[in-house]
């Protein structure tokens, strides 16, 4: 299946600061990328869905000025957890789809495990 | 009510046994279904597609009843290997086809 890679895998920062999140397809072009959060023994949650060169569409209760998504590629999709807080300590996980090649399957990054301290 | 609900678990269940898990989808207009394995600290991977005249892949075996909403999946043999988390997914209609996940279903297989 297609790849999709994120960056970084893990990472601990301070409460206040910002983190930012990238996500590449790398063997296709994504005309859409999810972004996904899961908190310990809970569902994945959809945050928002971005289409290349358009503004993200935010699930309800996810605040477009906290998490910031640009998807200024067909292989790029960035998300940036703007003044993180304990709170926004979480698992995100993004993934890609494609309409072409690889019929409408979603294909899952490894996710990126964030702590703020 | 949740849009995807599945029983958490967990199931502890020897080498070599059957085990079913459930899940119900509250979505009437509901298109597409899944199922996918998560380990520990992992990303999601799709196991399989669910098709309403089911579908078998080696031991696993997938139904889905669109008129009481209700997916399920049956594990034969099972293996140590299985033991993860068992995520219900339900994708809507449209051009956007977000997918819902139910919480997972955690199974471990014992030796």
């Known amino acids: 299946g297609a790849v999709v890679s994120q960056h970084p895998s893990w990472v601990i920062c301070k409460s206040g600061t910002s983190v930012k999140i990238e996500c590449r397809s790398l063997d296709f072009q994504a005309t859409t990328m999810f972004w996904y959060r899961q908190f310990p023994k809970q569902s994945l949650m959809l945050m928002a869905t971005?289409?290349?060169?358009?503004?993200?569409?935010?699930e309800q209760g996810v605040e477009k000025d906290k998490f910031l998504i640009n998807h200024a590629s067909l292989t790029l999709s960035t998300l940036t957890v703007t003044s993180a807080h304990p709170e926004d300590s979480s698992f995100y996980i993004c993934s890609a789809r494609t309409v072409s090649g690889h019929g409408n399957e979603q294909f899952f990054g490894p996710g990126t495990r964030l702590t703020v301290l | 009510r949740k849009e995807v609900e599945q029983d958490p678990g967990p199931f502890n269940v020897p080498e070599g046994a059957t085990v079913a898990f459930n899940c119900t989808y509250s979505?009437?207009?509901?298109?597409?279904f899944f199922w996918y394995r998560q380990d520990c600290r992992k990303e999601p991977k799709l196991l399989m597609s669910v098709y309403s005249s089911g579908n078998e892949d080696g031991r696993f075996t997938a139904q889905l009843n669109r008129a009481s909403q209700y997916i399920s999946l049956l594990i034969r043999d099972s293996k140590l290997s299985d033991s993860a988390t068992y995520l219900c997914v339900v994708a809507s209609s449209g051009s956007a086809r977000q997918l819902t996940f139910g919480s997972g279903t955690q199974l471990t297989v014992l030796p």
């Open positions: 971005s289409n290349e060169g358009s503004k993200a569409t935010y």
């Open positions: 979505n009437s207009a509901s298109q597409s």
